[in-house]
């Protein structure tokens, strides 16, 4: 790949995500205060040691959003991870099986798409215990159901063809077409819709910290963060709309990036060019 032909809105999206898993790597070695740390004044203004100035606790805005991308990014990974897993396995199977199973798991697939995803969030994180692991999975189950559905419609497409065909003549079982056949030639518009699913997991668990459902206090995350200097705004007070602007800049980076893989893909295929 030339990096010459990656457009500039590529790169500015790049860049975005790097900056933002440098500080979630880097977190207790980039802020210059403690997570918890209450350090000046309610609402103090940027300037001096506080470049962001402080939150409605008197906590370093600037520290708060550096341990707030680790979280976020974190859990949203993790949870896109094993939604993608689940999703995946799930769909191939179906749609290698097919008959009496694929019915069955798209037909489940449909009634848990048919609940609005933010309810039935919020239902099941009001009754379960209010721990980070629960939170993971409750998102990854919710957004698997979005990857059942992609993942079947490309798997359908691969799996009528004449090598897969071939390989079922061989006497190949199910795993070797779903692992060796199917997915090489799924990754593609996959990996696209991973750069998307994971954009949609940190707004979902930003919406999620926001009604208080999420990451709990006094752990730091952007969702949270706006949740707690929300009241600041009556006030003029900007500290809210930090936390919301990086949830939006991190957002369209990862969509700039995932465009990008998808017009290179599709050129690819199609022959027409390198880019």
Request: net charge neutral.
């Amino acid at each position: 790949m030339n990096l010459r032909s990656i457009p500039i809105s590529a790169w500015i999206g790049i860049i975005g995500i790097a900056l933002c898993l440098l500080c979630a790597i880097f977190a207790p070695f980039i802020a210059p205060f403690g997570e918890r740390d209450v350090v000046g004044e309610i609402w103090m203004p940027a300037g001096g040691d506080f470049l962001l100035g402080t939150d409605n606790l008197g906590r370093d805005l600037l520290s708060r959003m550096i341990y707030g991308a680790h979280t976020t990014i974190f859990v949203a990974l993790v949870a896109t991870v094993i939604s993608f897993a689940l999703g995946m396995i799930l769909s191939f199977a179906a749609a290698v099986t097919g008959g009496f199973v694929d019915q069955l798991l798209s037909r489940f697939n449909d009634l848990m798409m048919a609940v609005p995803t933010l309810i039935f969030a919020l239902v099941v994180l009001a009754v379960l215990p209010q721990h980070l692991w629960i939170l993971i999975l409750v998102m990854a189950v919710l957004d698997s159901t979005r990857v059942f559905r992609i993942g079947r419609a490309v798997a359908l497409d691969i799996a009528v063809m004449e090598f897969v065909e071939a390989a079922r003549l061989r006497g190949e079982g199910s795993l070797w077409i779903i692992f060796r056949e199917i997915l090489p030639n799924t990754l593609s518009p996959l990996l696209a819709e991973f750069g998307l699913r994971f954009a949609f997991s940190i707004l979902f668990l930003s919406t999620l910290s926001f009604l208080g459902l999420g990451i709990q206090p006094p752990a730091a995350d952007w969702g949270g963060m706006v949740k707690d200097n929300k009241d600041g705004i009556i006030f003029g007070i900007s500290a809210a709309l930090v936390p919301g602007a990086a949830i939006a800049t991190l957002a369209i980076c990862v969509n700039l990036v995932v465009d990008w893989l998808m017009k290179r893909t599709s050129s690819l295929k199609g022959g027409r060019g390198d880019a």
